[in-house]
């Protein structure tokens, strides 16, 4: 009999939003990196909005830097430093520990093949629902990035974009900060290399 279906569902107090690894080091390197950053901020913003916990983890930010100051995240329950290239630290898992009404991680940040994807893993075999934000994730390499989103589909993480989480999370338009939201969303997120005519992306269509 095959598995059921995962719906996804997500409410605002029982998701947390995890971002990983949005550090200044790795500008030069990460496909996108601009693009992704600009997903994020939507993202980090809508976390703030909505009241909905934000987890901030750095890899080894002694020599690769802090968050990218355009992501606004002084709001965060913790800003986490690791070596380690899950995000489930162990202050990590106790603040999930102390949340046990969560049930959906809203996940993005880099590397999408490396931190991300152990962190999805992890996450999964918690038996939390994980939305990959694939608009607001990325890999120094685009092949790397789109393995990642296959596999992590394969594991019954549910990949999909900013906009699809933002507008399921306020559930209805008379929301009552559904404007203050809305303004966030006005202009359509980068494509960053994730459309079917974007010529820098030669990888598509992602999902085959």
């Known amino acids: 009999m095959a598995a059921p279906t995962k719906l ?17 080091k790795f500008k030069p390197a990460i496909q996108f990196f601009t693009e992704i950053v600009q997903v994020a901020k939507r993202l980090t913003e809508t976390s703030r909005i909505l009241e909905i916990p934000l ?13 990218v100051p355009e992501l606004d995240i002084k709001h965060a329950v913790g800003v986490f430093p690791k070596t380690k290239f899950s995000m489930l ?22 590397e999408a093949h490396v931190c991300v994807q ?6 999964l075999a918690k ?3 994980v939305h990959v934000v694939a608009d607001a994730c990325s890999s120094r390499s685009m092949m790397d990035r789109q393995f990642a989103y296959k596999r992590l589909r ?17 559930g209805d338009s ?3 900060k559904f404007k203050e939201v809305q303004a966030l969303v006005k202009t359509v997120a980068p494509v960053s290399g994730l459309g079917p005519n974007d010529l820098n992306n030669p990888y598509f269509p992602l999902y085959n």
Do not use: W
């Open 8 to 24: 996804g569902s997500l409410v605002g107090d029982s998701t947390l939003f995890f971002l990983c690894d949005m550090q200044e």
């Open 118 to 123: 152990q962190t999805a893993l992890d996450l």
């Open 174 to 176: 008379k929301h009552p």
């Open 154 to 170: 394969q594991a019954g993480a549910i990949v999909t974009t900013s906009e699809a989480v933002i507008f399921q999370l306020l």
């Open 89 to 110: 630290l162990p202050p990590v898992e106790e603040e999930l520990q102390r949340r046990p009404n969560v049930k959906a991680v809203v996940l993005f940040g880099i």
């Open 55 to 67: 987890i901030v983890t750095e890899q080894y930010p002694k020599g690769l830097g802090s968050t």
């Open 127 to 129: 038996g939390l629902d």
